[in-house]
């Protein structure tokens, strides 16, 4: 393990000092400079810009650091394809020809410049004629006649095809569709300069007049915002004619298996050393609480604009398909389930330091599947969790073209629309710059970030990501990754540490990610068997993070390739789309897509000597390891049958959480029955649920003084949903539910009308003391049961519902049969023995004691932990 030589940890963490300028709700794009009802437009492309750092991927010999054998050495990760040796003779000419389009692009100044450099280019001048001035082209902006003529420049034609031929070109239409050439586009053109009638008829308020030249005119638009966002998004690449190049380049080397020029002397890859929060608890619970104490300091980060596609969700209604966010997991959706885990962080902050923190959250959508929209309307419905919506950012992540694996060309949709993907989560760094994500968070004090993905269910359990982030703030790193055990056959990358020497003789180190995608390319060897110590073998990355706001701001804001990190053009999964006439069509593709993590890639460390074992300690990035079922579970695709793992299912994910529960009870002298292998599942289900809130600790040191000792028996339901609670020596055989309006707190209107959230503001309470519940529970034979959805059919239950600031005791009492205990607010609930079975005493909270209660738990720091002591009122 990596040595530590921390600084001693000052009274408090201060804050950032605030920058001038805050995002709005919904960070816009850039203004175009055209007129309002028409697509966003493109601002200048960018001026040349140096290219960014390049990787070796030649292997020395030159022994590997001072430390443990670690697999076998391969090429560094991430390499830019730019010079690339080009084997395809038809390839490297399209590239050779779009590089050479795409300077003259780069020197010329002025958009005017730019028509002209493009109509220089024989394709545009094949496809347009000579006179492009006249029909559609000449009632369009300048700006958006760019955009079209970079898309033909770019050699994507079709993508214009036979849509808008309104008068029926005939089958010459179809040939030059499916030619994807540029030849037939005179016929296009005609059709093209057939729309000048009908764009004269415009009105004042730029509806087309005519249904079917309205809606033809309406995919034009569609089509133009489509390229307006990549021209925009990729300008530091030479936009859309840059995207070609580069997915180019990389289709052109996965077919020849070639790459750059070697510009390193040795490149190596080593098994990096962190801190082992299973094997040091004394500095993982001082990390943890550094975490704590530094939340006013931390802002949150969520990539969740992908499309869950192998998720396979859809609206049992509207037969819609869902974006992965909505997933309604373990009763709540999935967005609701980051937030739930947030909340319980600022609520142990609050416990312990009395201060009322509001972390401030930024997260990126996307349009596939209007997963923008859906967000917003959960944010909405639920009064955007109690926060206010100006402490969310919600940014918009563009769709990019899927590119055929066999020629580059775009696929097209049954509209003659591009089949359009979100480009990886990658793209949050550059977006989250363009769109001033950084500044708004940075004007709130926020010195870091942590990051996290939707789809893991798990990555809040315990002290993972209070320990990441509270060593990232304290020592002040730029990137830090949370990681475990590889999991045999598990579509996950690994953290390596990369060690190399440049031509110039000086040795950089750091900790970065090799794609899954890119393991046969750099000779990482699947994992066969699970050794049980995270560090025996390269580990997972879990895409949690750490980030220094000012370090990914720095990369974001850069006008080269190096602002979208780990670039890769994935052909390992077909593409499924709708074709222009309307038929499923499945189809060898990908898309560029670049990778959040390895933005790690910018953060290496420079020497003028090759260092020794330890290194890790003094890079700017690191890593911390904890169980896997404690890091990373995801409910991101639906079960196989052929698949008995369950890895990566809600199913699965589900289990890992049961197996916390039980591992967390266990510790607390409580009799949990064992969660056996996944493959039981599939006929018997889960031996118990059990769902605990996470503001019960988030930390378990901290739950375990809640629940002393008992039981819980096989085929047991358990959910508590309240923060205030003790379990001492409770028996339970069958459903036990309890439920509290105010779990953590009340919520008060602020001065906007919005309900915020008050932390421990007349919280609901219960104590269950030397207490035995029998009931017949869950009817697991039930079909209609669907236990990850915690959706069961139960034929009893102790339901116990409390309202505002009510609490419930029981004490000494056998509860069987089916109860429910529903307690007003302001009112406290005993249930006391009797010869009979158990009476109910109802008596009213004083009024002095009404935000407190008659008892609470007073949380203090001792050493690296937190105790708990009860404070009776």
């Known amino acids: 393990m990596a040595s530590r030589a921390q600084p001693p940890p000052p009274p408090r963490l201060a804050h950032l000092r605030p920058r001038l300028h805050a995002a709005p709700l919904f960070s816009p794009p850039r203004a175009p400079p055209c007129r309002a009802g028409r697509s966003r437009l493109l601002s200048a492309l960018p001026s040349p810009s140096p290219s960014p750092p390049s990787r070796s991927q030649r292997v020395s010999t030159v022994p590997p650091l001072d430390r443990e054998p670690s697999p076998a050495p391969a090429p560094s990760p991430s390499p830019s394809p730019e010079h690339q040796p080009r084997g395809n003779p038809a390839l490297a000419a399209e590239i050779a020809r779009l590089t050479a389009a795409r300077s003259r692009l780069r020197a010329a100044r002025t958009l005017g410049d730019k028509l002209r450099a493009l109509d220089a280019e024989p394709r545009v001048a094949a496809f347009f004629g000579e006179d492009s001035s006249r029909g559609v082209l000449g009632a369009l902006e300048p700006c958006e006649v760019l955009l079209l003529k970079c898309l033909v420049a770019a050699g994507q034609e079709h993508v214009l095809g036979d849509e808008l031929d309104w008068y029926g ?6 040939e030059h569709h499916h030619r994807n050439g540029a030849s037939g586009g005179s016929a296009l053109r005609e059709a093209l300069y057939s729309l000048a009638s009908l764009v004269g008829n415009w009105s004042s ?20 915002k489509f390229l307006g966002d990549i021209e925009e998004f990729y300008d530091c690449i030479g936009g859309i004619i840059g995207y070609q190049i580069m997915a180019l380049e990389l289709l052109s080397a996965s077919k020849n298996r ?62 819609e398909s869902l974006p992965a966010a909505l997933l309604p997991y373990c009763g709540r959706s999935l967005l609701e389930g980051l937030i739930r885990d947030l909340q319980a962080r600022e609520f142990l902050h609050f416990k312990i330091f009395g201060d009322q923190c509001i972390t401030p959250v930024a997260i990126m959508t996307s349009s596939v599947k209007n997963n923008h929209e859906h967000i917003i309307t959960i944010c909405e419905k639920l009064d955007w969790f109690g926060r206010g919506r100006d402490n969310f950012r919600l940014f918009e992540q563009p769709l990019v073209p899927v590119v055929n694996a066999e020629d580059g060309k775009w696929l097209i949709s049954k509209s003659l629309f591009p089949v359009g993907k979100p480009g990886g989560h990658g793209a949050i760094w550059k977006l989250a710059y363009d769109r001033g994500i950084f500044q708004w968070l940075q004007q709130r004090g926020r010195k870091g970030a942590t990051v996290r993905q939707v789809s893991n269910v798990v990555a809040a359990t315990d002290l993972t990501m209070m320990a990441l982030a509270g060593i990232g703030l304290r020592c002040n790193k730029k990137l830090g990754f949370a990681s475990c055990e590889r999991r045999p056959g598990a579509t996950e990358g690994v953290n390596v540490l990369i060690e190399k020497q440049n031509l110039e003789g000086l040795w950089s180190y750091g900790i970065t990610c090799i794609e899954y995608t890119e393991f046969e390319k750099y000779g990482i060897p699947e994992p066969t068997v699970t050794t049980g110590s995270s560090q025996a073998s390269y580990p997972a990355n879990t895409n949690i993070l750490y980030v220094d706001l000012q370090a990914v701001e720095e990369v974001g804001s850069r006008k ?37 993590q390895n933005i790690a890639d910018n953060f290496m460390n420079t020497y003028n000597y ?21 890091v990373t579970s995801s409910a991101k695709k639906k079960p196989k049958s052929e698949d008995r793992s369950l890895h990566q299912t809600p199913e699965g994910s589900l289990l890992d959480i049961m197996r916390n529960a039980h591992d967390l009870l266990s510790k607390c002298s409580i009799d949990v029955p064992m ?57 339970l055989d069958g459903s036990l539910i309890i439920l509290a309006d105010n779990i953590m707190g009340s919520t008060k209107k602020n001065k906007n009308g919005e309900q ?34 915690h959706d069961v059919e139960r034929s009893e239950s102790v339901k116990i519902i409390l309202h505002g600031n009510a609490e419930f005791e029981a004490k000494d009492v056998v509860l069987k049969g089916n109860h429910v205990f529903e307690v007003p607010d302001g009112q406290r609930m005993c249930i006391i023995q009797d010869r009979s079975g158990f009476v109910v005493k109802l008596d009213p909270i004083s009024e002095e004691l009404m935000d407190s209660g008659t008892w ?10 937190v105790k708990l002591n009860m404070v009776e009122l």
């Open 610 to 630: 090759k260092c020794s074992k330890g290194i890790e300690s003094e890079l700017d990035t690191f890593i911390v390891y904890n169980e896997r079922k404690r």
């Open 205 to 224: 308020e730029g509806v087309m007049g005519g249904e079917k030249g309205s809606g033809e005119m309406e995919v034009l638009q569609k089509l133009l």
């Open 560 to 596: 080269n390739a190096s602002c979208l990190p780990g670039m890769v053009l994935n052909l390992k999964k077909a593409v499924s789309y709708v074709d222009h006439l309307g038929f499923e069509c499945s189809a060898a593709g990908g898309r560029l897509e670049c990778t959040m």
């Open 169 to 174: 070109g005939g089958g010459d239409h179809h």
């Open 675 to 731: 969660v056996k292998d996944n493959s039981e599942y599939l006929h018997s289900g889960p031996p118990f649920l059990i769902f605990l809130h996470p503001a019960l600790g988030p930390f378990w040191d901290i739950m375990r003084q809640k629940f002393v000792g008992g039981s819980v028996s096989k085929g047991s339901e358990l959910q508590i949903e309240v923060a205030e609670f003790l379990w001492k020596d409770v028996e």
């Open 856 to 865: 609470h738990w007073k949380y203090t720091v001792d050493g690296a932990h």
């Open 258 to 319: 070639m790459h750059r020029p070697n510009k390193d002397k040795f490149v190596d890859f080593h098994v990096p050393s962190g801190l082992n929060l299973l094997e040091d608890r004394e500095y993982a619970s001082q990390a943890a609480l550094w975490g704590i104490e530094g939340l006013p300091e931390l802002g949150e980060i969520y990539p969740i604009g992908g499309a869950g596609d192998r998720l396979g969700l859809v609206d049992s209604d509207t037969g």
């Open 756 to 789: 915020m959230l008050h932390y421990g503001a007349r919280c609901g309470r219960c104590r269950l003391q030397n207490v035995k519940i029998v009931n017949e529970g869950i009817n697991w034979i039930s079909p209609s049961n669907v236990y990850w959805k």
